[in-house]
């Protein structure tokens, strides 16, 4: 398995994947971790082109992102993105996104691409900080930006009524500049 860059070109299958993950959005055994309900489980195109656009944009541009793959041969795997805030004078921040392959889960595959993201972040860029949104209803998402070094800084509650439930939203940060 190696985690790389994700090129224009990947844009097909990882438009695949990220639609496969969207079905399995609150599905089963499979926690919340999209604010959409059941009938709204599409990846749309005003998605793909945040994608398709952000990609073409340099980092620190407005409407920049990064995304990493984590693959297998032609398999994704899993993925981590990173973006610009929307707010004006935030260019020392950046948004973190990711998702992992459900036959990937809990085997550290998250964890990794974390760490190759802050790594990242921290010798290749001018961010201080890496944020992230995150359902609360998602426990093992919670615990895994925790143990990573991220910490809840603000929490919108009943932010979202989805298939019936209420579900908070939380905020997360990480400091690129504190110890692993």
Not at 23 to 30: A, Q, V
Request: net charge negative; hydrophobic share 35%.
């Amino acid at each position: 398995m190696e985690i790389r860059l994700a090129q224009q070109k990947d844009l097909p299958g990882f438009f695949e994947y990220l639609a496969q993950q969207l079905k399995e959005n609150g599905s089963d055994n499979t926690a919340l971790f999209h604010p959409l309900s059941r009938d709204q489980l599409e990846l749309s195109d005003a998605m793909k082109s945040r994608f398709r656009d952000g990609m073409d944009k340099v980092v620190g541009e407005n409407g920049w992102r990064q995304i990493w793959l984590a693959v297998e041969g032609e398999q994704i795997l899993g993925h981590i993105d990173l973006r610009h805030h929307d707010e004006p004078n935030t260019q020392h921040r950046a948004l973190l996104g990711m998702g992992v392959s459900r036959l990937c889960r809990g085997q550290g595959l998250g964890k990794q691409l974390i760490r190759y993201v802050v790594d990242w972040a921290a010798t290749h860029s001018a961010f201080e900080h890496l944020d992230l949104w995150v359902l609360s209803t998602n426990a093992p998402a919670c615990r895994l930006y925790e143990r990573e070094g991220f910490t809840q800084c603000a929490s919108i509650s009943d932010m979202y009524r989805i298939d019936g439930r209420s579900v908070s939203y939380l905020m997360m940060t990480r400091s690129l500049h504190q110890p692993d």
